[in-house]
């Protein structure tokens, strides 16, 4: 049977990554300069981007500190017990520091977003409602995958791009969760990794699952909208209607993007602090004030209007 070739290049960025410490020096950049713009590379973990003139994630975030930010992930009561861990997520981030994930900016701008992203994935992954030793906060990176999936997320609409496989399930798994086959199949596709064939892919690899999160947090839900990336780091400039539906760069509107309806727009309500919740611990344990994650109408999206409103077929008249 061949193997899949993107699993072979996992491997092999594991195998970099390994030598990975936060204690090591910064890696001098080489500079090279393509139609008057600046490039850089700065290894493997930053390869020829003007992102990468910027300090990279292992710059300010160390294995010590994603140890405190998910200090009960491996603890016996885990779901998903010796499956994250800090190199992963660092393999996995270096697909995407080229494009700016915790590159664009200051250092500052560089260790919120890596909290925001980590926020987003603590709440999603959270087992802290059952337990209490440590704090509810402390439980991120318990779960790795649906526990009691309702139903295989088979949706026979998109037969003809994303067709499911046979016995294949697409319920939940990865650092923030994909369900449907449509979700796989696109994902997949983007990864360049077979996805929709091979769900559980996502279950089996660390560094798969952060790579299907931190897609999401890349990407728009439709290309005509922002990411969670480009309205946290301020590369997105509100319209007329997004101000007119409160939707303003920050925190709370990457959980408009994510969420929409299901966590915004519905005041302040207990899922939507939680996630708030997670973001503001960890800024205090990345040693950054919570007074840097902005004002609450910057935090919240409880006022906000969805992007993308969940269809409600209209009553049948009587």
């Known amino acids: 049977m061949a193997v899949n070739c993107s699993l072979l290049v996992i ?52 294995t010590y500190q994603f140890e405190n930010l998910f200090s009960k992930r491996n603890s016996p009561v885990a779901h998903a017990v010796g499956f994250w861990d800090f190199h992963s997520f660092i393999v996995a981030a270096a697909q995407f520091e080229p494009l700016g994930f915790g590159t664009t900016g200051d250092k500052k701008m560089q260790m919120k977003e890596i909290a925001a992203f980590l926020g987003h994935v603590g709440s999603k992954t959270s087992c802290g409602d059952g337990v209490v030793t440590g704090g509810p906060l402390a ?34 798994r990865g650092a923030l969760p994909i369900f449907w086959n449509y979700n796989y199949g696109k994902i997949g596709d983007a990864l360049k990794i077979d996805l929709l064939h091979h769900p ?24 005509s909208q922002p990411s969670p ?28 993007i994510l969420y929409g309806d299901s966590i915004c727009g519905k005041g302040d309500i207990d899922p939507m602090n939680n996630i708030i919740s997670h973001y503001l611990y960890y800024l ?31 009553a049948a008249a009587s």
């Open 11 to 62: 491997l092999a960025l594991v195998v970099m990554a390994s030598v990975v410490s936060g204690d090591e020096p910064s890696i001098k950049p080489k500079v090279k300069i393509v139609k008057g713009k600046k490039l850089c590379d700065r290894g493997w973990e930053c390869t020829w981007s003007s992102y990468c003139c910027n300090l990279t994630i292992t710059d300010y975030f160390e």
């Open 139 to 172: 439980w991120g990176l318990c779960f790795n995958k649906e526990m009691s999936p309702s139903q295989d997320y088979c949706d026979d609409y998109f037969k003809l791009t994303y067709p499911c496989a046979p016995g294949a399930q697409y319920y939940g």
């Open 200 to 223: 559980e892919y996502v279950e089996q690899n660390a560094t798969i699952a952060f790579q299907t999160a931190i897609w999401k947090w890349m990407n728009p839900v439709k290309k």
């Open 229 to 256: 990336h480009d309205v946290f780091v301020g590369n997105w400039k509100p319209t007329k209607n997004d101000t007119l539906s409160k939707r303003v760069p920050g925190f709370g509107t990457t959980m408009n």
């Open 284 to 314: 205090d344990l990345m040693g950054l004030s919570r007074d840097e994650a902005g004002t609450h109408e910057t935090l919240s999206c409880a006022e906000q209007i969805p992007f993308n409103p969940t269809y409600v077929a209209p």
